[in-house]
């Protein structure tokens, strides 16, 4: 299964399947991209980073990809589970002066057992 | 595991009241965050710090106000709690220099009759 962020808040996708989450940023002088997992009741985890040097970087069943052409992020995650069910989150630094982390809308994916 | 702790995780007080939302890190961290998170939201950073004595307002105009007299002690306050203040707040730092990753808590809930 695949959403579109923003347009498509929520995936549900049969365990077992991969899943894709998109995620769209905004400025072009971001430098480094970050994704979150968010369970019910608990602050967010880190999944996976990606500097903007880097088109591809893999972890566990995860695996995030850089377009920096058309700004845009997404997380894979291969063979969803059920503990893969949250609220996913990208964030970008701006690469101001704060390096703060600017975080977009999640995605809130489901795994159908 | 990150150890960032919050409490308290539950909060229920009425209009009016004066609230402290505390946050620790045993990490060693300079730098320290409050974000306000509605359920199922993105989360919009209202307060940070670079370090002891240092704090900063973030993207989200916020009543609260922050201190930082110890680096691993980063509370939040409330005057007078109200309705409007009903969220989640979450804390988290992170170690410039290294990455960007922040390292959240858990979040505390606030409800305010």
């Known amino acids: 299964g695949e959403s579109v962020g923003l347009h498509l808040p929520t995936l549900s996708v049969q365990e077992g399947d991969n899943s894709i989450i998109n995620c769209a940023y905004s400025n072009s002088a971001s430098d480094y991209f970050i994704w979150y997992k968010q369970e019910s009741g608990k602050g967010p985890q880190f999944i996976i980073d990606i500097r903007s040097n880097m088109d591809k970087r893999q972890g566990q069943r995860v695996t995030v990809l850089l377009n920096k052409t058309v700004k845009h992020l997404s997380l894979q995650i291969a063979a969803t589970q059920p503990g893969d069910s949250a609220v996913y989150f990208c964030a970008e630094n701006r690469a101001t002066g704060a390096n703060n982390l600017f975080f977009g809308t999640g995605t809130r994916l489901t795994v159908i057992p | 595991e990150a150890d960032i702790y919050q409490t308290p995780r539950y909060l229920v007080i009425g209009t009016g009241k004066k609230i402290t939302l505390e946050c620790s890190q045993t990490?060693?961290?300079?730098?320290m965050y409050w974000y306000q998170q509605d359920p199922g939201m993105e989360l919009h950073l209202i307060h940070y710090?670079?370090?002891?004595?240092?704090?900063e307002k973030g993207d989200l105009s916020s009543e609260s106000t922050v201190s930082r007299i110890r680096t691993e002690h980063f509370p939040l306050t409330l005057e007078s709690a109200r309705p409007s203040h009903t969220s989640q707040y979450l804390c988290a730092s992170s170690e410039p220099g290294q990455t960007y990753e922040q390292f959240f808590g858990p979040g505390t809930r606030l409800t305010v009759l």
């Open positions: 990490m060693g961290h300079d730098k």
């Open positions: 710090s670079y370090g002891v004595n240092s704090t």
